[in-house]
């Protein structure tokens, strides 16, 4: 009998350094989340006291602005993630909208800007889902996984982007901060995809440029399959739209994108 007794003796331990370890994790998590709540709060206030006449700074310090940003709401979304586990797209909205940072533009634009996300779950077991952040004029998207009971930022299109920007390739896009003439930087949707042939989750981005100054613009459409480490583009293009007609959607097994075209005869301004 004092074989079972010690053997139920160590699992008691066992447990209670468990539950001990677990609940010293979960305070850590509930610290970043804060941590990345307070750096986001204080990037909002930075953003709000810019000039809004033509864009808030410089392309070099925007850049700079929205990787402080993107770093702080991956930190946050994997902290919460992992602290409210089985979250679905509309749960991460509401708490994104609970978390209240935005900030407030004067004139001329007399604008509101808050973070605006959309995700799609890729798999259960491992847990793995795909969030795509926009903020004022520009997107990001990125993927959360378990690893060893941690949510962590395992891929994330940035680092792709900032490679492709010097060649102004398709994902190399995603690097824009600003607006330009019929052309701009991405706001855009993720949503979810019917897997591979071989079961691999897949996801398509609905991106739509924001100009300065055009109501024509490039649209960017593209089918992302997930390999339980990285994200890799099965289809990637970009193509003429309008911001009134701008359409993607999936009917069936294909995907319909509403284009816009040239007149084989006479041009008109599309302005």
Sequence with gaps: MLVPLAAFGLMLIADAGGESQAGGRATARAAERLQAERELCVLAAEYEATDPEWGPLPDEQLSAFYARLWDA??????????????????????????????????????DSVSFEVSAVRLSERPAAVVVLANWA?????????????????????????????????EIGRWAYVSGGFHDGSFT?????????????????????????????????????????????????????????SHSVRTVGDSIQVRANEQFETFYTCGS
């Excluded at 979304?77 to 708490?95: F, I, K, N, P, S």
């Excluded at 060893?148 to 390739?169: I, K, L, N, T």
């Design 73 to 110: 709401f991956e930190s946050w979304t994997a902290a919460y993630l992992e602290e409210h586990q089985g979250c679905d797209e509309a749960g991460l909205q509401r708490a994104v909208e609970e978390l209240g940072v935005q900030a407030r533009r004067g004139p001329p634009l007399d």
């Design 137 to 169: 004029r520009v997107a990001t998207f990125f993927v959360v996984t378990e690893v060893a009971g941690r949510m962590s930022v395992a891929w994330s299109v940035r680092p792709e982007a900032a490679r492709g920007f010097p060649r102004r390739d």
């Design 188 to 244: 855009a949707r993720v949503s979810a995809l019917p897997p591979t042939a071989g079961g691999a989750p897949r996801f398509l981005v609905d991106a739509i440029t924001m100009p300065d100054i055009g109501l024509v613009r490039p649209g960017q459409v593209s089918m992302w399959e997930w390999d339980g480490r990285g994200a890799r583009p099965e289809l990637i293009t970009t193509y003429e739209t309008h911001w009134e």
